[in-house]
């Protein structure tokens, strides 16, 4: 008799915990319903199968950010080779940034002792390739823990 009413009990509980993480979790299913749209509107096809227009979609959007890329007047990847060719002995390159605008823009970032980074720089520098070659003062100095960030300008 009471193993019965402690099944109930706990049964009864337990849904009870269900029913209020339903309501917990009912307004983020409503906010990404109301911010998604409907398939219908952001694809132009009014044809075919679900899977054939998600498979467009996605491509349209690979092709929308990789624009940039392919527009360049020549390899980005080119040049930040040839920029880390000129790397010299004690740096580390953590990561490496391209961005495409009217300018390109390469960010490199990493770990090296003063005089690397200096010497990183005027390697830079002297390769002609780049427009501009900027590091902050911090990294010439020492004043980041070796850490560095160096950006480069020009046409690619």
Do not use: C, H, N
Request: no cysteine; glycine share 10%.
């Amino acid at each position: 008799m009471y193993r019965a009413r402690l099944v109930l009990v706990t049964s009864l509980v337990l849904l009870g915990l269900a029913a209020i993480g339903g309501l917990v979790l009912l307004p983020s299913y409503f906010a990404l319903k109301i911010a998604a749209p409907p398939l219908a509107e952001t694809t132009p096809l009014e044809t075919g199968a679900p899977d054939d227009a998600l498979v467009v979609e996605r491509a349209q959007f690979l092709v929308r950010e990789v624009t940039g890329v392919l527009g360049a007047t020549s390899s980005p990847s080119a040049t930040v080779l040839s920029a880390l060719a000129l790397k010299p002995v004690g740096i580390t390159i953590s990561r490496v940034l391209y961005q495409s605008d009217t300018t390109g823009q390469i960010t490199i970032s990493g770990v090296g002792g003063r005089e690397a980074v200096s010497a990183y720089r005027d390697a830079l520098t002297k390769s002609g390739t780049y427009a501009s070659v900027a590091v902050p003062a911090g990294a010439l100095v020492g004043s980041q823990g070796g850490s560095f960030s160096i950006v480069l300008r020009g046409a690619f």
